[in-house]
């Protein structure tokens, strides 16, 4: 039996416990009246729609291999990135299954470099947040890394930084990032940060991102040996998790081929490489995207407002103004189940703040259209 009504499961016993870790997005499977999912991050706009069309003509290629070079879809995903010199540092791009893929690539090859350098124990750190995405620390983790506390002033010999930080929000302008990174990561050690959530930025995204940030990413190789990659998930941003794609941008093209090296062959199947080949050229989607995020956001946040609990429980939403999703504090755990209960009941879950990340009173709201957002809020009227 496999309909959704024969189903008996919720959300979060679709994930084994003993070997995954808890994510969103898998509630929609076993909800009969689903509308919406308010648990995931991605664009309201949905997935655009002739890069959504170019991979379904794809499917019609699938008997072929996907191109094992990744291209054209590298170098016009590198063109995105560097609009003026993409030719520049395109061997400094490498594309894989999701991000997932990559974040372990990259932790994979620091523990051999560092256990290469006689470290038999080496640490990791995420931060500077108290919770962030926790893939990064899942693989450090999986692969035998200590971790140290986002709070330790240590150094560590890998840091991972997702910025913004899903869930909380929080950001950290180019400046300020480059000096946490420089403060927090032992000589010739790893860098990651995650950018996945930057692009929302604005349109001058790019000017206020480390994908432009060459010079920094040379001085710490060439004075301190440290490597820094920047990771983009391009799931959320272009609304397309069950595809599956991700980049890496190393220091050098050298790092890059090291990756490569471990990456299995075509982890980029055919219809993803053509649907990013066509969706870095849909500009109106991304106009639209920075263009009506914030106004939809804020529209969300003043209907939370409106909801007899928020003053009378001092609720508190969270996140920078451009970011896709709310991180909303409800101040009770209580609370914040009866809202989880409340939202799937009606067909518009959101991600609970207690699996992974041990925030009990928060739950994470996904910035949707209007008359979208507006199910959500009547389900949440009693609360
Ligand atoms: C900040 C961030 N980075 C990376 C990922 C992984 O994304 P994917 O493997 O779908 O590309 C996610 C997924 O939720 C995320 O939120």
Redesign the pocket.
Known sequence: MTSKASNNNSGNNTWDSKTQTF???QEHFFIDNFVEDFS??TNYLGTPKKALEAARIAMGQIHHYPAANQEPAKSRLAEFLWPKNFAEHHGRLLMG?????L?DLVVRKALDQARERGIKNPTWKGGPWNV??Q?YQRSAATNGFKILDPSSKERADMICI?NPC?PTGDYLPIEEIKGWLEQNVAPKGTVMV?E??QLWHSADFRADSLINQHEFMLSMLERDQVSVHV?H????IWSC?GL???SVICPTAQHCEALKKIQVPWSVNGPALKFVEAVVKDDEYLNKTWENTSRLRAHLISELEKIKGFKQQGWVCHGEPFLSWVWLDVRSDEVATKAVDLARAAGVPVRSGKPGYGCNTFVRIAVREEHQAAILISAWASL
């Open positions: 994510h969103g997005g995931v991050t299954n999701g991000a997932s893929e974040i962030q995405y893939e997702v899903n995650d996945s959530m990771m998930s391009w799931t959320k998790t599956r794609v991700g």
